[in-house]
């Protein structure tokens, strides 16, 4: 059920990921402005909600919870960097499957499930992109076994070191991607036009990485319990 579950919130999220660059292409700094005021709104009213009753807490910012304002800070940059800057920079489109990897690595989902997990959202993207079929599929797959077997579950709890999880392994999947494409690509031009995209991309998915993390864990909790407690289940059964 959980499977099931997490596999069809990531063929949204691989949906949504596909047509995220619409957002981004001519959006006005006032729009993107607004949006921002009613992210950082949402995730004030969501914090004080979550510190009432409990101590106050002497750095409020490791408590703040910036699940919509963080995307809404990166898409306010963007715009207003392109429109009143007019710097020329690659679009900050996120991959809203990476962090749903990670977050089933860092749970540490049985490695059948997760691979196979992976490999569909993976082989999705490569469908539904232009990349040579089975080079998003590999990275998926590795990307989610090498997390695994990081262990970091404990340093994936707070907001701030989800970010910089996946930040960092959104990092090491573009520089697996280039690499691949660079050795077996058949244009060479195509690995030179795309490294410039790496950094917007790393910092576009990690900003969305809580709110993914937040809908996951949702997904992960409404069906039944952990994959620890499962296991502990069946070892008393």
Do not use: C, K
């Not at 991607?177 to 195509?190: C, S, T």
Request: charge should be positive; glycine fraction near 8%; aromatic fraction near 8%.
């Amino acid at each position: 059920m959980r499977s099931f579950g997490v596999l069809l919130f990531g063929v949204a999220l691989l949906l949504l990921q596909a047509n995220a660059f619409r957002l981004t292409d001519g959006l006005p700094p006032l729009v993107a402005g607004a949006l921002w005021v009613v992210a950082l709104v949402v995730d004030a009213a969501h914090t004080v909600r979550q510190m009432r009753g409990t101590p106050a807490h002497p750095r409020v910012i490791a408590t703040f919870r910036a699940d919509l304002t963080l995307p809404a800070t990166v898409l306010l940059g963007y715009s207003l960097l392109v429109s009143v800057g007019h710097a020329h920079l690659g679009r900050p489109i996120p991959s809203l499957v990476l962090p749903l990897i990670l977050f089933m690595g860092v749970h540490e989902y049985s490695l059948a499930r997760g691979a196979a997990i992976a490999f569909v959202l993976g082989y999705g993207t490569d469908l539904l992109g232009i990349a040579p079929v089975g080079l998003f599929t590999f990275t998926y797959v590795a990307t989610f076994v090498l997390a695994r077997a990081a262990g970091v579950r404990l340093a994936a709890q707070t907001t701030w070191m989800q970010v910089l999880l996946v930040g960092a392994f959104a990092i090491q999947e573009s520089t697996v991607i280039l690499v691949l494409l660079a050795i077996f690509g058949r244009d060479a031009w195509v690995p030179r036009s795309l490294y410039p995209l790496a950094l917007p991309h790393a910092i576009a998915t990690a900003a969305v990485a809580p709110v993914v993390f937040r809908l996951a864990q949702a997904i992960h909790s409404a069906t039944t319990g952990g994959p620890r407690a499962e296991a502990s289940g069946s070892a008393s059964a």
